[in-house]
């Protein structure tokens, strides 16, 4: 199992930036994805960024270009860059990890706590 805790939320004015790290500890050997989700009020949960073991990443397309998903293996820390900071991205953010074969039998996801970012228009 692989324990996430995120942080760098916080309240930000539109155009603005800020940067997100998750933290992980306990089976990161494991870990073979990822991800950065948000879920608004109201709203579902979607997908905003994901990074691989190869580095290999993908983006929501209304982020695309204004945030970047990292990965230090070493310190076992996500991070989600997110600069031109609109309204519409308020949310809480959350953090997952895929971890699955060959490591573990089957293939499961954690999730960290979330961290609120607000933008004020």
């Known amino acids: 199992q692989v324990q996430l805790v995120e942080s760098g939320g916080g309240l930000v004015q539109a155009g603005g930036s800020l940067r997100l790290s998750c933290a992980a500890s306990?089976?990161?050997?494991?870990?073979?994805?990822m991800r950065w989700y948000r879920q608004a009020p109201e709203k579902e949960r979607e997908l905003v960024a994901s990074i691989d073991n190869s580095g290999s990443t993908t983006y929501k397309d209304s982020v695309r270009g204004r945030f970047t998903i990292s990965r230090d293996n070493v310190k076992n820390m996500l991070s989600l860059e997110m600069n031109s900071l609109k309204s519409e991205d308020t949310a809480v953010y959350y953090c997952?990890?895929?971890?699955?074969?060959?490591?573990?039998?089957?293939?499961?996801?954690?999730w960290g706590q979330g961290t609120q970012v607000t933008v004020s228009s």
């Open positions: 997952s990890a895929d971890s699955g074969p060959p490591c573990i039998d089957g293939s499961y996801t954690d």
């Open positions: 306990g089976d990161t050997i494991c870990i073979f994805r």
